[in-house]
Nanobody, 118 residues
Framework: QVQLVESGGASVQAGGSLTLSCAAS????????MGWFRQVPGKEREGVAS???????NYADSVKGRFTISKDKSSNELLLQMNSLKPEDTAVYYC????????????WGQGIQVTVSS
């Protein structure tokens, strides 16, 4: 059974940093295809960053150069390091995993709030 549990959400000032963590169980983490998404009330969920089975990464244009996605394979955690945070980064952030990098995301965490104040 796949389980994804996010942690690390908080309220921070603009310009600050935060690291989100997603503890993953039930997935073959060493070759997992995973990502981070975010959603603001009234808007569609958007992809933030992804890491494929070879650890290649991809980022939304809005976060390139500020966010870094990585896998801690010693603890089976997907991390999202967020620097130079902006008020527009405020959202509920979700961790997601999929059975194949060619498929849609099958598994989702419960989401965690990140609030950036100006």
């Amino acid at each position: 059974q796949v389980q994804l549990v996010e942690s690390g959400g908080a309220s921070v000032q603009a310009g600050g940093s935060l690291t989100l963590s997603c503890a993953a169980s039930g997935v073959p983490f060493n070759r997992a295809c995973m990502g981070w998404f975010r959603q603001v009330p009234g808007k569609e969920r958007e992809g933030v960053a992804s890491s494929d089975s070879s650890d290649r990464t991809n980022y939304a244009d809005s976060v390139k150069g500020r966010f870094t996605i990585s896998k801690d394979k010693s603890s089976n955690e997907l991390l999202l390091q967020m620097n130079s945070l902006k008020p527009e980064d405020t959202a509920v952030y979700y961790c997601a995993a999929r059975r194949s990098c060619l498929s849609t995301y099958n598994f989702w965490g419960q989401g965690i709030q990140v609030t950036v104040s100006s």
